[in-house]
C-alpha cells in the first residue's frame, strides 16, 4: 500500500499563535507516537499563515479514514476554534512509485 499525505493551509487569529503551536506540538506528538509524521511549515511574509502535512504508511491509518479518540478530537476542535482552514485538508494523496 501506498503512503499517503495530507496538506492544509491554516490562519491563525492574530494574537492566537503561541496556542496554536502549544495545540500541534501536542497533536504531533499523539500522531508521532501512533507512527505517523506530522510537519508544520510557517509562510515568511505572512504572519500567521501555515502549512500541516500529516503522513500515514497506509490509508486506513490517516486521520482521514479513521475516527479520532476523544483526545484528539478535542485538539482537532480548539485548532479550527483559533485557525481557519481551506478544504485541501480534505484531499488525501496518495504515494507514486517511481
Not at 503561541?18 to 499523539?30: F, T
Request: glycine share 8%; with cysteine; hydrophobic share 40%.
Amino acid at each position: 500500500m501506498p503512503r499517503v499525505l495530507t496538506a492544509a493551509r491554516a490562519q491563525v487569529q492574530t494574537g492566537r499563535e503561541s496556542v496554536y503551536l502549544e495545540v500541534l506540538g501536542e497533536l504531533g506528538r499523539r500522531l508521532r507516537a501512533r507512527g505517523e509524521s506530522f510537519w508544520l511549515f510557517r509562510h515568511p511574509a505572512q504572519p500567521g499563515c501555515f502549512l500541516e502535512f500529516r503522513e500515514s504508511a497506509a490509508p486506513e491509518r490517516h486521520r482521514l479514514c479513521r475516527a479520532p479518540d476523544a483526545e484528539e478530537a478535542a485538539l482537532e476542535q480548539r485548532l479550527r476554534d483559533i485557525a481557519s482552514y481551506g478544504t485541501e485538508g480534505s484531499v488525501l494523496w496518495e504515494e507514486v512509485a517511481l
